[in-house]
């Protein structure tokens, strides 16, 4: 039996959430084109006669600007210290000088696979150039070229990782596929549908909470409370005649019912809270 954490690691919008979902053929993490989408450690218990590996999704690596962002980037010094092997996953056609930067600045004390991601956007000739660009680097001691999105390279890659698996005992039941409870993601997936339907600054300056889970005798009752910092935004969110919300609400409904496998009556609030980013109560009460 080989188990252990593989954490990925990477800029914003290199691929990180679409590669845990393709891994665990699941879709536990959100995937935006919009960056700074994924805020908190996503892990996916990956689980087989032969190996359990413990993925975790982490936030694009940045400069914090707010107090949100220093607890994004506490979530990747975490994973970072208890990583038996790290993914390091750059966009083929992101700045490849400021993913070096990024993934020397780790100095990483695991081995790492460097995964360079979306090679269906580029041809042979680019491929190339990357694949000599990183070689001789430090923490590039094997590279795998994939589609995330498409799932081309996946199965390639999770053989790599088996391989580079410690022996060990499994950490997790074998029928678990996630540490986080089931309204964590129930608060992630309505979070999507934020970022999904709302342009600027809308996804960013918003979190959800989700205030109460009670089984009923046929459904799931689910009241959330979506977070924003202006009164101008919760107009948006709400929209005329309370359209929008219920536009979230309905497409948040179907998914939920999907990932839980259950009926859901879901009922959405909108509140301000000015600041809430660099608010340490606030925060801590929304589980960063």
């Known amino acids: ?16 959430s679409t590669l845990l979902n393709a891994l665990m053929k699941e879709k536990l993490a959100i995937v935006s084109p919009k960056v700074q989408t994924t805020r908190h450690r996503i892990k996916g218990i990956l689980t087989s006669d032969a190996y359990q590996i413990i993925f975790s999704d982490t936030p694009g690596i940045i400069e914090p600007k707010y107090k949100l962002h220093e607890k994004m980037m506490q979530a990747v010094k975490t994973a970072l210290e208890d990583a038996d092997l790290a993914l390091l996953l750059v ?3 992101d700045n490849w000088e400021e993913a070096d ?6 100095r990483l ?18 491929q190339k ?12 001691k094997e590279t795998v070229f994939l589609s995330a999105l498409t799932g081309k390279g996946v199965p390639e890659l999770l053989e790599k990782i088996v391989a580079a698996l410690p022996e060990g005992e499994a950490f997790y039941a074998e029928d678990e596929m996630s540490d986080l409870p089931t309204r964590f993601f129930v608060a992630e997936i309505i979070r999507g549908k934020i970022y999904d339907l709302f342009e600027e600054e809308i996804p960013y300056q918003a979190t959800v909470v ?42 948040s409904r179907t998914e939920i019912e999907e990932f839980i496998g259950q009926k859901v009556f879901l009922e959405l609030f909108v509140k301000v809270r000015p600041k809430w980013r660099d608010n340490e109560l606030f925060l801590k009460e929304y589980g960063y």
């Open 101 to 106: 930067t990024i993934f020397s600045s780790l």
């Open 1 to 16: 039996m080989k188990s252990g954490f593989v954490n990925i690691f990477g800029k914003p919008n290199a691929g990180k």
């Open 210 to 251: 989700v205030n109460e889970f009670k089984q009923k005798s046929t459904l799931i009752k689910i009241r959330a409370e979506i977070i924003v910092q202006r009164e101008s935004q919760k107009a948006i969110l709400i929209g005329e005649g309370g359209k929008m919300i219920r536009q979230i609400g309905t497409l």
């Open 109 to 126: 004390k695991v081995p790492s696979l460097l995964v360079i991601n979306k090679a269906d956007r580029a041809g042979a000739e680019k």
């Open 129 to 140: 150039e990357a694949a000599q660009f990183f070689t001789g680097k430090a923490y590039a």
């Open 91 to 93: 966009d083929i056609n």
